[in-house]
């Protein structure tokens, strides 16, 4: 949730990569999570049950991806979420989960960067600063090769309905990093659906 979301943002301000080195979100921001109390209910990562955060941490770590394709680090490791996220395009988020669900990003430049982050009344902002810009006109392009709507379950009967579980549309996604005339496939992300479940009861 919220807590998370400043705290993670906290821990990651001001971290510098340097050249050639590779930084882990799970190093500062996972033990930190971990001694917090911050572990959730068991979720699904590519059919594995994982201890998980919640929103508020992969939220952070899936603004710092982004930042980091159009900032044009390398990524060494990189997970989906099960399901498609809500806050970010499907194939656009990174999961994180402690201790063995990370993200990790490589500097390649011959200079060191340094992570800010910040949280504004329109969302997170993750930035990339390094003392020169290596690369410009980095995009990162997608092609959605299937969507699947979820269906909807009805269960009971009666005038009162209510939604017991909103379901998940499922994505088949590529997502690519284009460079000049250099064009990069960082994943193929295949989303299950979930169908909708709506309960009714009462007369």
């Not at 690519?176 to 479940?197: I, W």
Request: some cysteine.
């Amino acid at each position: 949730g919220t807590t998370t979301l400043f705290a993670a943002l906290n821990i990651l301000d001001g971290s510098v990569i340097g050249p050639g080195e590779t930084f882990s979100f799970n190093a500062p921001v996972g033990t930190w999570s971990r001694d917090k109390g911050y572990r959730r209910a068991p979720v699904s990562f590519g059919g594995l049950l994982v201890d998980s955060w919640g929103g508020g941490v992969c939220q952070t770590s899936s603004t710092l991806y982004n930042a980091a394709l159009l900032a044009g680090l390398e990524v060494v490791e990189r997970h989906r979420h099960h399901y498609a996220p809500t806050y970010i395009p499907p194939g656009r988020d990174a999961a994180v989960a402690y201790p063995n669900i990370d993200l990790k990003l490589r500097n390649p430049f011959d200079f060191p960067v340094t992570i800010n982050g910040s949280v504004t009344p329109s969302g997170v902002i993750v930035d990339i600063v390094g003392a020169r810009r290596p690369i410009a006109g980095v995009s990162v392009e997608q092609r959605v090769a299937g969507v699947t709507r979820p269906e909807e379950i009805v269960i009971g009967s009666g005038r009162y309905g209510r939604v017991r579980n909103p379901g998940h549309t499922g994505f088949n996604v590529e997502t690519y990093r284009v460079v000049g005339d250099m064009r990069e496939l960082l994943s193929v992300d295949n989303y299950p659906v979930m169908s909708k479940v709506v309960e009714y009861r009462g007369e």
